[in-house]
């Protein structure tokens, strides 16, 4: 069956009998740090932002609203971000995507994660040498328009994984994983979406042992499903929510209030579930200081809701 020839309401079908199947037989959750998502903006809202999103980090969240990024100019959007946390953690990312006819948009991001000033320890307590970690993830997304209500995307991304123990020796691990995308139009005012995160998807680890040996073992990245939705009562302001469905439903929610050409406000809260009924809040900022989009600044703040430390992110974004 070619695509241009199916109907929206035959895609939702197939996108909700692929999420019906790919929630049956996940394994351990491998690649956790991609939970800590792309951009700044997406913070400031607790993670509500599937169907929200409409700038570079669109090849994370959603790559159907890649789409949805202004082709005004050259259409090319990009930014930059780092984020401190407690325990000598970094987070940082780079992104960009490109929508210059409207027709097909691609993204392309970066992902870091590591962990400074970890020692390695015998067994009474000496230290003998300085542990080396990193995590990198590598996303390419694309967005085609099915009609003016309706979108679809899918995102590809590779997982590097390395930690260097003195004595032992270099540990790595590789790994895809494979994402799908729909987003509809339901009014002129509201948008709602699902995607599939990791569809068969995997990491596979080779792991150095002090006898100079090779391990290797694999783990199944985690299939989850996103549902997401979003509002705007009036002009200028954004509500949304998003609902991860797993081994137990997560929602989001989150609000955006464009005030002036200067600034815009967010706020929201993250992973509400059954255990922990509030989640973590957030709020954050955008300022453009020559009063257009051409170059953005983006605060946001996270508390914390496990005892690992509040966040604090900023990033640069251009458009052109």
């Given at each position: 069956?070619?695509?241009g020839?199916?109907?929206p309401?035959?895609?939702w079908?197939?996108?909700?009998?692929l999420?019906l199947?790919?929630?049956?037989?996940?394994?351990d959750?491998?690649?956790a740090?991609l939970?800590?998502?792309?951009?700044?903006r997406?913070?400031?809202?607790?993670?509500?932002f599937s169907?929200v999103?409409?700038?570079?980090?669109?090849s994370?969240?959603?790559a159907?609203?890649?789409?949805?990024t202004?082709?005004?100019?050259?259409?090319l959007?990009?930014?930059?971000?780092?984020?401190t946390?407690s325990?000598g953690?970094?987070?940082?990312?780079?992104?960009?995507?490109?929508?210059?006819?409207?027709?097909?948009a691609?993204?392309?991001?970066?992902?870091?994660?590591s962990?400074?000033?970890l020692?390695?320890?015998?067994?009474?307590?000496e230290?003998?040498?300085d542990?080396v970690?990193?995590?990198?993830a590598f996303?390419?997304?694309?967005?085609?328009?099915?009609n003016k209500?309706?979108?679809?995307?899918?995102?590809?991304?590779i997982l590097?994984s390395?930690i260097?123990?003195?004595?032992?020796?270099?540990?790595?691990?590789?790994?895809?994983?494979?994402?799908?995308?729909l987003?509809?139009?339901?009014t002129q005012?509201?948008?709602?979406?699902?995607?599939?995160?990791d569809l068969?998807?995997?990491?596979r680890?080779?792991?150095?042992?002090?006898?100079d040996?090779?391990k290797e073992?694999?783990?199944?990245l985690?299939?989850?499903?996103?549902l997401?939705a979003?509002?705007?009562p009036?002009?200028?302001l954004?509500?949304?929510a998003?609902?991860?469905?797993d081994d137990?439903?997560v929602?989001?929610?989150g609000?955006?209030?464009?005030?002036n050409?200067?600034?815009?406000?967010?706020?929201?809260m993250?992973?509400?579930d059954?255990d922990?009924?509030?989640?973590?809040?957030?709020?954050?900022?955008?300022?453009?200081?020559?009063?257009?989009?051409?170059?953005?600044?983006?605060?946001?703040y996270?508390?914390d809701?496990?005892g690992?430390?509040?966040r604090t992110?900023?990033s640069l974004?251009t458009?052109?």
């Amino acid at each position: 069956m070619r695509l241009g020839l199916v109907r929206p309401h035959n895609l939702w079908t197939t996108f909700l009998l692929l999420a019906l199947f790919a929630s049956v037989g996940t394994a351990d959750f491998a690649g956790a740090f991609l939970q800590g998502g792309l951009g700044v903006r997406s913070a400031g809202m607790g993670g509500a932002f599937s169907a929200v999103v409409d700038d570079e980090s669109g090849s994370y969240w959603n790559a159907a609203r890649l789409t949805h990024t202004d082709t005004v100019g050259l259409g090319l959007h990009s930014s930059a971000s780092m984020r401190t946390m407690s325990l000598g953690r970094m987070y940082a990312s780079i992104a960009a995507s490109l929508n210059s006819r409207g027709k097909l948009a691609f993204g392309l991001a970066w992902i870091h994660a590591s962990v400074a000033d970890l020692k390695a320890r015998r067994e009474l307590g000496e230290l003998y040498g300085d542990i080396v970690n990193y995590e990198n993830a590598f996303l390419l997304g694309f967005g085609i328009p099915i009609n003016k209500q309706t979108s679809i995307g899918a995102g590809i991304k590779i997982l590097r994984s390395f930690i260097d123990i003195p004595e032992t020796g270099a540990s790595k691990s590789t790994g895809r994983g494979l994402d799908l995308y729909l987003n509809h139009t339901l009014t002129q005012n509201t948008e709602i979406s699902i995607g599939i995160k990791d569809l068969s998807s995997h990491i596979r680890w080779m792991v150095k042992s002090g006898s100079d040996k090779t391990k290797e073992s694999t783990n199944s990245l985690r299939t989850q499903i996103i549902l997401g939705a979003s509002h705007r009562p009036v002009a200028g302001l954004v509500i949304a929510a998003d609902c991860q469905v797993d081994d137990m439903p997560v929602v989001s929610l989150g609000a955006e209030w464009n005030i002036n050409p200067m600034l815009t406000v967010r706020s929201g809260m993250g992973q509400i579930d059954s255990d922990n009924k509030l989640g973590s809040v957030a709020f954050g900022f955008t300022l453009r200081p020559m009063r257009v989009d051409t170059v953005q600044l983006h605060y946001a703040y996270v508390s914390d809701n496990i005892g690992a430390g509040d966040r604090t992110m900023v990033s640069l974004g251009t458009r052109f």
